[in-house]
């Protein structure tokens, strides 16, 4: 079984992060309140040109986050959904099994946990959001640090609760494609950092 988050030896140019603070600002106007703005590859194709011959394994969205966890409310287990439209002709709960996260802030020390239920509970993506509660195990966990890294958001997981502002882009593995194809696809193109 393959763990939770790699990171990926993907280097980004020196202007990266003046790109997409650019794109971020330019689409915050677009974004809905309780979400973070994305771009779309068509609009903004130098945010994927870092993946080189990898890009066509992304969504052609990409969430662009510049906010603190728990303004996201990413401190609560949760796993993702198409609420960005990141399959822009899918549910909105169509759940996303993988992506790559492009940090672009200083190290802090936060740590993602990933969970499985201990119980066979029917629970809604927001339940955790609303207060309630489930049994969970923790099956992995990962400091992010400043390299990209391939994360795991088809199961429960959750940030630690933190007040600095963490900028990060977040690319969808593309409808379809699970967390093994995914981890592999990166091994075989030798970018996956083993751990």
């Known amino acids: 079984m393959y763990k939770s988050c790699y990171e990926v030896d993907v280097k980004l140019p020196d202007d990266y992060v003046d790109k997409a603070l ?3 600002h330019e689409r915050l106007p677009e974004a809905y309140t309780d979400r973070a ?3 779309h590859i068509d609009e903004y194709p130098e ?3 870092i ?3 990898m890009k066509g394994w992304f969504a052609p969205k990409v969430r662009l986050l510049n906010h603190t966890p728990n303004e996201l409310g990413t401190t609560a287990p949760h796993f993702d959904v198409n609420e960005h439209w990141q399959y822009e002709d899918m549910d909105r709960f169509i759940k996303i099994e993988a992506s790559l996260n492009v940090p672009l802030f200083a190290p802090e020390g936060v740590v993602t ?4 239920q201990k119980n066979p509970d029917v629970i809604h993506p927001y339940d955790f959001w609303e207060g309630k509660k489930y049994e969970m195990r923790t099956v992995d966990e990962f400091e992010i640090t400043n390299k990209p890294v391939l994360f795991r ?6 940030v630690e609760k933190s007040d ?3 900028t990060m882009l977040s690319f969808s593995a593309r409808y379809g ?11 075989d193109s030798g970018l996956l950092i083993e751990r």
């Open 51 to 53: 993946f080189g011959d």
């Open 113 to 116: 946990r990933w969970y499985q």
């Open 47 to 49: 945010l994927f040109e």
């Open 164 to 166: 600095s502002k963490r």
């Open 177 to 187: 494609i699970d967390w093994d194809t995914f981890v592999n696809c990166w091994r």
């Open 37 to 39: 703005p994305d771009a």
């Open 153 to 158: 958001t088809g199961i429960w997981h959750a």
């Open 22 to 24: 650019k794109a971020f």
